[in-house]
Structures are given as structure tokens and as C-alpha cells.
């Protein structure tokens, strides 16, 4: 399996994964068709550590938490207007682009995929360049979450 993303797509999050440099930054993208919509969600990480330093001893710089409403809309957006979710996606300034426990944890629901279908991409951005990129997507046979190839579709 090889998940791919229009070059477009591709550079839309280069672009937010920079801008967010030295945090994470994350969101989704839809189908449409051919195209492909990029609809970044604020990381409200910086705001959940503020207010329970204890349950969220992590801020934005390594870790990430999509704001519900934002994500609730991108959802609805997906169901009502028959746009598929193709990825999740998220940055690790500072770090690889590996799909973290934590990352798989959130991508399941009762030990199934939370999205069955959809691919996960990180990110990696390293002096405010991106320097790598990376894509996972479920296995079922091995029920979990692996690193398949990413590549540049049309744009």
C-alpha cells in the first residue's frame, strides 16, 4: 500500500508544519473528488498545559491536541459533504517522523482504527525545514499501525 497525497497537498503541509516551527501544528485532508482540501486544526496543547500542567505535562513544542470545534467542523464537513478523510497529519519539530504509542493510541477506537482508511503523516521539521516526511496506515493483519510509502500524486 502507498498513500498518496498531491504534490499540492504535500506542500500546503510543509508550509503549516514551518509556520508552527518551533510547536506542532495538525489537521486533516479531505477527498474532493481528484482534489484534495488541507484543513489545518489548531493545537491547543499550549492552552491544555496552562490549565492542568499535571494531566498535560507536555506543551506544544512535543506534543499535539487538535481543538475539538475546529476538528468537529472538519468532521462534519467530511460526512455532509461526502469528502473522505485521507490523512491526519501532524509535525515533530525537533524530532523524527515516527508514529508515536501516543499517536497510535489516539488513532483507535476499541482496538480498531478510529478512521479506517485514513493515513497518518508526521512530519519532521528540524531548524524550521522539513526534513523528512513519513505516512502510516492500519494493518490489519498485523493490527497496528506501520510506516508505508508516501508519494507526490498529481497535483
Not at 498535560?56 to 461526502?82: C, G, N
Not at 531548524?127 to 516526511?133: A, E, F, I, L, Y
Request: net charge negative; charged share 30%.
Amino acid at each position: 500500500m502507498t498513500i498518496e497525497l498531491s504534490a499540492a497537498t504535500l506542500a500546503a503541509i510543509d508550509r503549516e508544519s514551518t509556520a508552527a516551527y518551533p510547536e506542532e501544528c495538525c489537521g486533516v485532508v479531505l477527498a474532493d473528488g481528484e482534489a484534495e482540501l488541507v484543513r489545518p486544526v489548531p493545537n491547543i496543547q499550549n492552552r491544555l498545559h496552562a490549565e492542568d500542567p499535571t494531566k498535560h505535562p507536555r506543551d506544544a513544542r512535543i506534543a499535539y491536541f487538535m481543538e475539538p470545534k475546529v476538528l468537529f467542523t472538519v468532521l462534519d464537513e467530511s460526512e455532509k459533504q461526502k469528502r473522505p478523510i485521507r490523512a491526519f497529519y501532524h509535525s515533530h519539530p525537533e524530532h523524527g517522523a515516527y508514529f508515536s504509542d501516543e499517536d497510535k493510541e489516539r488513532a483507535l477506537a476499541w482496538d480498531e482504527p478510529a478512521y479506517p482508511g485514513a493515513a497518518y503523516v508526521v512530519v519532521a521539521v528540524y531548524g524550521g525545514k522539513v526534513t523528512d516526511r513519513r505516512a502510516y496506515a492500519w494493518n490489519e493483519e498485523k493490527r497496528d499501525f506501520l510506516e508505508v510509502p508516501l508519494a507526490p500524486g498529481k497535483s
